[in-house]
Structure formats: C-alpha cells, structure tokens
C-alpha cells in the first residue's frame, strides 16, 4: 500500500513557476514508478509527466515538455514537479500516482493516487 500527498498548488501569474511536491509513504517507494497527472473542468484527467523508480528516464507530454521536468528523491520519499513558464491553460488540479514497476503514462495503469493539489495560472 502506498499513500500519496501531494502539496505546492496554488494561484501564480502566466509566466511564473510552482514546484509541486507529492510525498509517498511505505518503505518502497523506490520500486515504484511515479507520474503526474492534471485535469481541469470539464475535461478528461491527462498525463503531464512519469519518472522512472531510479529517476534515469522521464517522459512528458508534448504540451509541458521544455517547461517542466519531473525528479524524484527516494531518500526523501518524494516526486516533484518544477513548473515554469506557466500559463492559463495549466490551469488544473494536479495528481501524483505511482506504479509498481515501469513508467506509464494511462492514468488507469496506475495504482495509486493522491488527493490532488490545485494549480491556477492567471492571464
């Protein structure tokens, strides 16, 4: 069983940066793969980024790559997301999930899922 709490959302001007944090329990957190999701009003959930369980590849979505990178400290128990160069269409609420094992990135192939943290970028 793996719990996630993610935590860093907030209000932010376009062109500004958030770094979101997602903190895991459990003493595997290194054999799982990590990703970061987002999904705003009325739209379906969508991948944003996944890091593999020792951090060596990372993969994202053509709409953030450039923008936003994705690091994990397993000493810490942690995922994060830096966000830059934000803008309005970011906007959204934020997961964290974990698999065990590879790097996916369909939001049902994951096991496990935090609460969200919201992100909004004003124009």
């Known amino acids: 069983q793996v719990q996630l709490v993610e935590s860093g959302g907030g209000l932010v001007q376009a062109g500004g940066s958030l770094r979101l944090s997602c903190a895991a329990s459990?003493?595997?957190?290194?054999?799982?793969?990590m990703g970061w999701f987002r999904q705003a009003p009325g739209k379906e959930r969508e991948f944003v980024a996944a890091?593999?369980?020792?951090?060596?590849?990372?993969y994202y979505a053509d709409s953030v790559k450039g923008r936003f990178t994705i690091s994990r400290d397993n000493a810490k128990n942690t995922v994060y997301l830096q966000m830059n160069s934000l803008k309005p269409e970011d906007t959204a609420v934020y997961y964290c999930?974990?698999?065990?094992?590879?790097?996916?990135?369909?939001?049902?192939?994951?096991?496990?899922w935090g609460q969200g943290t919201q992100v909004t970028v004003s124009s």
């Open positions: 459990g003493r595997t957190f290194s054999s799982y793969a």
């Open positions: 999930a974990a698999v065990l094992g590879l790097s996916k990135v369909v939001a049902g192939e994951y096991d496990y």
């Open positions: 890091i593999s369980w020792s951090g060596g590849s990372t």
